[in-house]
């Protein structure tokens, strides 16, 4: 920073910058997000316009029925009272204004920036009323926000909030479950003045669900706040998680802005403690990525409610690179739309990150519930699904289209699906077999609008904007040959910068990424949690269910085994629970041997799947076969055969100790072994079905290659 010239103000600091570096796209409005280039070209001073420290000024605690009012106010030293602050905030409304367009985060003192959200301010402080342990009411003002990190359930006492574009209504009796975690930008809470006069029940209304709060609280602050209800949750999907991951993705975090006082951080992270969720403040110092909501996106997403107000039904295709969004501007037009058509049917065509699925399947979904939080937090039955056996669609390109036109045939052969609002997700692979695949989706689906987001890296990008006219221009691959569609109707495109990149981000990507294969993990984790009975279980504690091998078939897609070792290599291992058709089977070459299953053939057809299942154990004298399966028994009842493929198991649930022999070994009694398939140390890391050339660095000594 080369100059800085300080102005006094009324109660602003304003601070004239100049340097050649561009200042975050994070911390300015979202119509200059869009033209930040042309803005940035031209090298001018840019003004940033931040609060003053405010002097602390220290209130006398309330004690208010049964809890405590903690009231944060922060004096400018103007001498400015509360009502001023409120009044600040408010400037910065859903309106664009001046203060719009120069509007910056607080920076701490590790430099890192919680932000001032795109069109709402962001907290400085917030008024809370902590009823017991695992209840809490926030008072929000109108047209600011909050960022979260952890779970809880909300209900809206007075006013409306919105997340992820779902607008949460007044009702004390409707209860919204909230997932903010780690690895995923912080979503955050926006408080919205609802229309009509405040609510005058509010008491009544905490009366009817078993809790009290002072009515005179409640009543003076109706008028001017967003009342939100915050539960503590009991959820086993996270309980499982926390315990099988080290990281801290779900719980909360000490988040009290440090320039507090020592008494009110610990009040404050009393309460967050409680409802195990962190509540983010502006000038906390918190290592982030944060959730970011361009105007641009609300603009879109009007066209398709203004089509579905007319009865005008669409495909909306969303495609980019890796890390451009995808998923989150997918799941703001899904909430947008719930409110408008009650459902929207959703076409995965991404195998490695699905969203309703665990990982390694295509499938459509019709959605009716909000999506609030990441993809692991709202798995749910499809209606068709198909196994494509592995993340990487260059294994098997044949196989993969294939099933995406299963896939579509079979929506098309239901009318109702089709009048419905469609949204189609794609993968991130935009060069070489990606970008003929992703063409090949087009022509398959043939959408009526297609959204394309940019990235800044270009590495990340396709190599041309996706119009019809480009896509007319490549012929159909060899891949499409079975497909009889050869006309693309016209569509509707627009390309949009992402909203996932900017370069303060860049700084935290490591400590608050996940991998791709570990966002894999979590999804299998979330998806046999529904098994769980209790904090303490583990993957051996439940009930397998028998299958006979009578009329059942198997099969190895990823490695050629004999038919004797077949059994054994299902042992212990995740299988994808396929449904294969008698038409389907006859086609396909296969092993049929007394005392048997039916082996089919490493080149697996193209067959629905219904879920996944653990192998618990296989009984050769009985021809019987458990297996572990979160589905329900009228699922289980439809499967006839069983599909080993590419996604594994996560190590952490083959290694997780059943209570009873953690007990044991804790007091130094039993046996010290884990759970029995499993091997660990040094082995685990190597598993003997690698293929025997494969480079692999733990046999490179002195740049040689021992194989």
């Not at 809470?189 to 005058?200: F, V, Y």
């Amino acid at each position: 920073m080369e100059d800085i010239a300080e102005q006094q103000a009324s109660d602003t600091l304003t601070v004239v910058v100049t340097k050649n570096e561009p200042t975050p796209l994070r911390f300015v409005s979202a119509k200059s997000v869009y033209d930040a280039k042309k803005k940035l070209k031209a090298s001018v001073p840019v003004t940033i316009t931040r609060q003053t420290k405010r002097q602390k000024k220290k209130t006398p605690k309330k004690n208010q029925s049964n809890g405590k009012v903690r009231k944060i106010v922060k004096k400018s030293e103007q001498g400015s009272d509360s009502d001023e602050l409120t009044a600040d905030v408010e400037v910065s409304s859903n309106c664009q204004s001046e203060t719009d367009e120069t509007e910056e985060g607080c920076e701490t003192d590790n430099n890192e920036l919680v932000p001032c959200d795109v069109s709402y301010q962001t907290l400085e402080n917030i008024d809370y009323h902590l009823i017991n342990s695992t209840n809490a009411l926030v008072f929000i003002p109108f047209h600011t926000c909050i960022y979260i990190k952890g779970h809880f359930n909300v209900n809206v006492l007075n006013g409306s909030a919105e997340i992820l574009g779902y607008t949460l209504e007044e009702d004390a009796e409707k209860t919204y479950s909230i997932y903010s975690p780690r690895g995923y930008s912080l979503l955050c809470i926006r408080s919205i003045r609802k229309k009509g006069p405040a609510n005058k029940s509010l008491f009544l209304a905490l009366q009817k669900i078993g809790l009290e709060c002072d009515e005179n609280l409640l009543k003076s602050k109706s008028s001017s706040n967003t009342i939100l209800l915050l539960q503590s949750q009991n959820c086993r999907i996270v309980d499982y998680i926390n315990r099988l991951f080290p990281s801290n993705i779900l719980r909360w975090e000490p988040c009290a802005p440090p320039n507090w006082d020592q008494e009110e951080q610990n009040a404050y992270e009393d309460m967050c403690s409680k409802l195990d969720s962190s509540l983010i403040l502006r000038g906390a110092t918190f290592r982030a990525r944060f959730y970011e909501q361009p105007d641009i996106w609300k603009t879109i997403t009007q066209q398709f409610l203004d089509l579905v107000s007319s009865k005008e039904y669409f495909r909306l295709l969303f495609c980019g690179g890796k890390g451009v969004g995808k998923s989150t501007i997918l799941r703001y037009t899904v909430n947008r739309l719930l409110k408008e058509c009650g459902s929207v049917l959703v076409l995965d065509f991404d195998p490695g990150q699905p969203e309703f699925v665990p990982s390694g399947c295509v499938s459509a979904t019709l959605v009716s519930t909000p999506l609030l939080g990441p993809n692991f937090t709202h798995l749910q039955e499809s209606l068709h699904c198909y196994f494509v056996g592995d993340v990487d669609i260059t294994v098997d390109p044949n196989r993969y289209i294939q099933s995406c036109t299963r896939l579509i045939n079979d929506c098309r052969m239901q009318p109702k699906l089709m009048n419905t609002p469609m949204i189609i997700n794609t993968m991130g692979f935009t060069t070489g077999i990606g970008l003929d695949v992703m063409l090949d989706v087009i022509r398959l689906s043939q959408p009526t609008h297609i959204i394309q987001l940019k990235s800044a890296s270009s590495r990340r990008n396709f190599p041309a904007m996706l119009e019809h006219s480009y896509v007319m221009q490549h012929p159909p691959s060899i891949w499409m040959t079975d497909v009889t569609t050869n006309t693309l109707p016209e569509y509707s495109f627009e390309a949009i910068s992402s909203a996932a990149e900017n370069k303060e981000e860049q700084r935290s990507v490591e400590q608050w990424g996940f991998r791709a294969s570990e966002l894999r993990n979590i999804g299998l984790v979330s998806y046999f949690s529904r098994l769980s009975t209790g904090a303490e279980w583990t993957l051996t504690d439940a009930v397998p269910y028998k299958m006979s091998w009578k009329n059942l078939a198997v099969c190895v897609s990823t490695e050629s085994v004999e038919p004797a070792l077949t059994m054994a290599a299902l042992n212990g291992s995740l299988v994808a629970l396929c449904v294969l058709d008698a038409e389907t089977g006859a086609s396909v070459a296969r092993y049929q041997a007394a005392g048997y299953p039916t082996i089919l053939s490493r080149a697996m057809p193209v067959m629905p799947c219904l879920g996944y299942a653990v192998v618990r154990a296989v009984d050769y004298t009985n021809h019987l076969i458990y297996v572990i399966c979160p589905e329900a028994i009228d699922r289980i009842s439809r499967v006839n055969c069983l599909v080993l493929g590419s996604i594994h198991l996560p190590n952490t649930m083959l290694l997780d100790t059943p209570c009873a022999l953690r007990k044991q070994h804790a007091s130094g009694h039993g046996p010290k072994s884990r759970v029995p398939y499993v091997t660990f140390g040094p082995s685990a890391s190597q598993p003997i079905c690698l293929p025997f050339k494969k480079y692999n660095p733990l046999f490179t000594v002195r740049g040689r290659n021992q194989v």
